[in-house]
């Protein structure tokens, strides 16, 4: 397919790899030069604006930070919707509020744009390997049309519901992974605390009840204080803000929600902001005055 792709960072540009690997023609973009000079050394065409990178093609793909960027990127002067034709899809796999993907939706569709919202869950190593779990909202039709294409990039592609669908399920995602990684680092550094070894305890339970992908993932690299990003704190807060915003639009309690943000602040205040989500851990490290790393 005639693909433009915008937005080629830690997630975007492994995915547009893939793409080009699996014989699409890509015309990308980004702010960020050096990202599209990678890509081009790839094969992939460039381009100099959204709408540019628009322009011509059958799919817009986006992979952007947040709700902002994709408005600007989409909606703003020299943005996508000024270049695309009537009838192409624009698929928007950034992870933002839902009520934005359907904000944007209305307007492509006065362009007769169809949009889709697409995020994803899994990290680096699943864009670069092509087995992300992408979660879709929108129409069936256009979900039927890129599919395919959809499937290059995830291991499941899955059609969740009307616009604002695929967010939403990758926020309740991301209240999840937070949980469960506050869960961790809570019960990893009692028992630091306790004398009683971390290392040894995770052993101990990660074939019982509490296993998990999470603990799986972040256990061992917490264990090491290794806290280089896949998934930076502040993009983490940034899902969590949404989930609040969201739940507070249809009056749902989020205690859970509520203490893991204000913990991420504060660590994204003491200069850890784009440390990996699993660096949550040393918030209880700083105030419970032990260390669960050996
Ligand atoms: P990133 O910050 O590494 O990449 C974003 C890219 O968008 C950057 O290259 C930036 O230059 C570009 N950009 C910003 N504004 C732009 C604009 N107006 N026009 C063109 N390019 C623009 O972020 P990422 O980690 O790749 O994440 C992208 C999205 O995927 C986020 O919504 C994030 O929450 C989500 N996500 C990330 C991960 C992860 O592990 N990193 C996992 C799942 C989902």
């Known amino acids: 397919m005639k693909v433009g792709f915008i937005g080629l960072g830690i997630m975007g540009r492994p995915m547009a790899k893939n793409l080009l690997k699996a014989g699409h023609e890509l015309t990308v973009y980004d702010i960020n030069e050096s990202a599209v000079k ?3 050394s790839s094969g992939a065409r460039t381009a100099g604006s959204c709408k540019e990178a628009a322009a011509g093609n059958e799919v817009i793909v986006t992979m952007l930070p947040n709700s902002p960027h994709v408005k600007e990127a989409v909606l703003g ?3 996508v919707l000024e270049g695309a034709e009537a009838g192409s899809i624009l698929v928007d796999m950034s992870s933002i509020a839902p009520l934005v993907s359907k904000e944007v939706a209305e307007a492509a569709a006065k362009q007769s744009v169809v949009m889709l919202d697409a995020p994803v869950s899994g990290g680096e190593p699943k864009a670069i390997d092509g087995t992300l779990a992408i979660m879709v909202g929108g129409p069936e039709e256009a979900f039927e049309q890129v599919k395919d294409l959809l499937g290059v990039m995830g291991a499941s592609v899955t059609l969740v519901g009307e616009i604002g669908s695929g967010n939403m399920a990758k926020l309740a995602n991301q209240i999840m992974v937070a949980s469960n990684i506050a869960g961790m680092s809570e019960a990893l550094v009692l028992a630091a605390k306790a004398g009683v070894n971390p290392e ?8 019982g009840l509490a296993q998990s992908t999470v603990l799986d993932a972040k256990a061992p690299m917490v264990l090491e204080g290794n806290f280089k990003a896949g ?4 993009l983490h807060i940034k899902d969590l803000q949404n989930a609040l915003d969201t739940a507070s639009e249809l009056s749902v309690p989020t205690p859970m929600s509520s203490s893991i943000i204000d913990m991420m602040k504060e660590l994204q205040g003491d200069g850890k902001g784009a440390d990996d989500h699993g660096g949550l851990i040393q918030y ?3 105030w419970a005055k ?3 790393r050996s």
């Open 77 to 79: 002067p020299g943005g």
């Open 231 to 234: 998934f930076r704190i502040e």
């Open 200 to 207: 040894t305890v995770f052993k101990a339970v990660r074939s």
């Open 38 to 40: 990678d890509l081009a």
């Open 290 to 292: 032990a260390q669960a």
């Open 284 to 286: 209880y490290e700083k």
